[in-house]
């Protein structure tokens, strides 16, 4: 398993292929000398889309998340397996990973100080995009008789397309997205998780001469018996997991980054300056404004995966009878994400990497988070890597989940074909650590933008129910919220 030319060799002989897939997925188009790759094209327009198709649902229902995911707003249904906060803390483990530490650099990196203004900007939009996808995986998602729910979008497409009449469109797009989705899992959510991981702790190994004590081996075969262990509960348990890791993961982090920001905080009015002078210009890359603007959208769709829907498979597992409720929870996904984490990670960057000349350095990716921190304080590799590990664990588990989801519509639900899926996801995790399969990382990449495809093609079908659905509710708790203030009044009277 740990063969480094077997790996080697599995490479060379998928990398053309890999090339191939990846290339078409991402074929791009050329404007004004700015190469866009369409699926973002494709996400950016249906973020901006829904926001203005839903009325800035964004803002409007931001509150009512809140209260929802604090269970102001009690649905008492039987149906379902987890919590609001629970959905959430899920969907979130599975889009926030080691990308939201090292992502925003290589965006820096690549578009300049200006892409930071335009993550936030497509990370608020996308915010409306989510509210789609998790109302209309509640609403199509199957409850069996055990209890157990399935949802997601090969469910909305299958279920929702029929139900407007197009029943052999919606099967065969519904085909398609769990088909890439099953394969993309290895990837994105998988190998490339526990691959990142080992890496920042071999960094911390090597700075405090442990390096005898961990191998790619012995972190690998670990981090898959711990996610094994996990995964077998089902989403209950995977559920009860990430509700524990994410608070305690986004708080680690906010700590971290906060105090390395304070410390420089006599940088942040030059930093914000210089990012809406760049983001405005596009001084920074080639292609101006227009360049800036993709590479910006690009990482924060890319992050928080909204158009992608795999997070609507957790959401659609959630205790409700009401569709838009969860909807309207999974608005904060997106905010948490991008406008909170990706946040952090770039004022880190912009305060320290780029006022000490790290990035002239050869820093780049989660290396150069990784160098601003220790800049600050020398010992500050040591809470990112424990974040890091967090982060690659997280998304792993939630990831299993969405396979599975993806596995049981294609193969059905029966015990033996689960458990194999399992085994196959947990040897994979465990090969991510140890070996180079930069080309199935790739393909598998390139496969979840892929399942982007036929998703997006269904929201379009599919948002008047969508918007039915989250006017209806806003509408309720509207009129629940005012019945409340007159028995209020009338009680004080």
């Not at 348990?237 to 006599?266: D, E, G, K, W």
């Not at 942040?268 to 080639?286: C, E, N, R, W, Y």
């Not at 780029?354 to 780049?364: A, F, R, S, T, V």
Request: glycine share 8%.
């Amino acid at each position: 398993m740990s063969n480094p030319n077997l790996a080697e060799q599995i490479d060379q002989t998928l990398s053309p292929f890999a090339k191939g897939i990846s290339d078409c997925i991402f074929y791009s188009i050329k404007v004004q000398s700015t190469e866009i790759p369409i699926v973002v094209l494709g996400l950016s327009i249906t973020a901006i889309w829904f926001t203005l198709y839903l009325r800035f649902i964004n803002i409007r229902g931001f509150w009512i998340a809140i209260k929802q995911t604090c269970g102001f707003y009690n649905t008492h249904s039987k149906k379902g397996n987890i919590s609001h906060f629970q959905a959430l803390a899920t969907s979130i483990s599975g889009t926030v990973g080691v990308g939201n530490i090292g992502g925003v650099a290589l965006a820096i990196g690549m578009g300049g100080p200006g892409a930071v203004f335009w993550i936030w900007i497509a990370g608020f939009l996308a915010m409306s995009t989510k509210a789609v996808e998790c109302t209309l995986a509640t609403k199509f998602r199957i409850v069996q008789k055990n209890g157990e729910t399935l949802g997601g979008p090969m469910y909305y497409l299958t279920q929702g397309l029929a139900f407007l009449g197009w029943r052999k469109l919606g099967k065969s797009l519904g085909t398609l997205y769990a088909f890439a989705i099953v394969i993309a899992c290895f990837g994105i959510g998988n190998m490339f998780q526990s691959n990142q991981a080992y890496a920042q702790v071999s960094i911390l190994a090597h700075e405090l001469n442990l390096t005898d004590y961990l191998t790619a081996t012995s972190f690998g075969l670990t981090m898959a018996a711990i996610v094994g262990l996990v995964i077998i509960g089902g989403i209950r348990s995977i559920a009860s997991a990430a509700s524990a890791i994410v608070p305690t993961m986004t708080l680690l982090y906010l700590v971290s980054s906060l105090t390395v920001i304070i410390v420089n905080a006599h940088e942040i009015p030059s930093a914000l300056k210089l990012v809406i002078h760049d983001a405005f210009t596009g001084d920074s890359v080639q292609g101006g404004m227009l360049g800036v603007i993709m590479i910006g959208f690009q990482r924060a769709l890319f992050s928080n995966e909204a158009g992608l829907g795999s997070a609507s498979i957790a959401h659609s597992a959630v205790k409700t009878d009401e569709p838009a409720s969860e909807g309207l929870v999974s608005l904060l996904e997106p905010f948490i994400d991008t406008l909170i984490i990706l946040m952090l990670s770039s004022l880190v960057i912009l305060t320290v990497a780029i006022p000490n000349g790290l990035m002239e350095q050869g820093y780049q990716g989660i290396e150069l988070t990784s160098a601003a921190f220790s800049y600050t304080f020398s010992w500050f590799p040591i809470p990112l890597a424990i974040a890091a590990c967090l982060f690659a664990f997280s998304t792993t588990l939630a990831w299993s989940y969405y396979g599975l989801q993806a596995w049981q519509f294609l193969l059905g639900t029966n015990r033996w074909t689960t458990l194999f899926f399992q085994l196959i996801f947990c040897v994979a995790v465990a090969i991510g650590a140890v070996a180079d399969l930069n080309s199935i990382i790739t393909m598998a990449d390139a496969l979840v933008f892929f399942a982007a495809i036929p998703n997006l093609i269904g929201l379009y079908f599919l948002a008047p129910i969508a918007r039915i659905e989250l006017e209806a509710y806003l509408k309720k708790i509207k009129d629940n919220d005012l019945a409340m203030k007159v028995k209020t009044l009338i009680t004080e009277m």
